[in-house]
């Protein structure tokens, strides 16, 4: 176990799961069949990592309330009839953590999804109780708030500085930033990483394996 972390808090899409593409086609066919204009494939990735409310009104400033209700539900209902067969999880994703796990490390996950959604996805990979905790936005603060951080801290009884946030987006990494937490970037999500480079993260990684590899080189 790397002497400096004991604590290690993964965003679910684009980080864990390849679930972006399906994201955007499901903002694309809300916006569709609510009649608002699509924004391009960018701008929604742009928008990935915050709660699915918060997006909606990030990416369509003038939606109003009842409008927002609607667009959430088409946008729910065309997300859970792609994940009847769950997005995948990226390449070397079950090995690593099952190493991290054995070698110590507590193992978080803090996301812009719903505990519906999360529940869900956790169930499909036979991940019910895989995690010490896991924080969903509909039930805390959406990010980049740090509150979904600080209580997973707290049920951890853990410092900022014995936990690292690893993500694929600013609002990842803007949290972590927020809570005195180091952070982990990964290129292959939402986000290019030279967008991410901005919020100073410790490591940056091209594939989920890496993440082991740097824990695993023990500092003086």
Request: net charge negative; aromatic share 8%.
């Amino acid at each position: 176990m790397h002497p400096d972390y004991k604590l290690l808090i993964f965003d679910w899409d684009g980080t864990l799961a390849n679930s972006i593409g399906r994201i955007v086609e499901s903002m694309h066919v809300a916006s569709d069949r609510t009649g608002f204009a699509r924004c391009d494939d960018f701008a929604v990735k742009g928008i990935i990592g915050l709660g699915l409310p918060e997006a909606i009104r990030s990416l369509y400033p003038e939606i109003g309330d009842d409008e927002l209700v609607v667009f959430r539900q088409h946008y729910a209902d065309h997300y859970i009839a792609l994940e009847a067969e769950p997005s995948p999880l990226f390449d070397g994703v079950v090995n690593t953590l099952e190493v991290l796990r054995a070698e110590g490390y507590h193992l978080a996950v803090a996301t812009g999804k719903a505990r519906r959604g999360l529940d869900r996805v956790l169930k499909s990979h036979g991940w019910d109780d895989y995690f010490d905790i896991t924080r969903a936005a509909d039930e805390t603060a959406s990010k980049p708030h740090p509150l979904m951080l600080e209580q997973i801290l707290a049920h951890c009884e853990m410092r900022p500085e014995q936990a690292l946030m690893v993500g694929d987006s600013s609002f990842d990494l803007q949290m972590a930033r927020n809570a005195g937490m180091g952070s982990v970037a990964v290129s292959y999500g939402a986000q290019s990483i030279e967008a991410l480079r901005a919020f100073e993260p410790r490591l940056a990684i091209d594939h989920f394996p890496e993440l082991h590899a740097w824990l695993s080189r023990r500092t003086d």
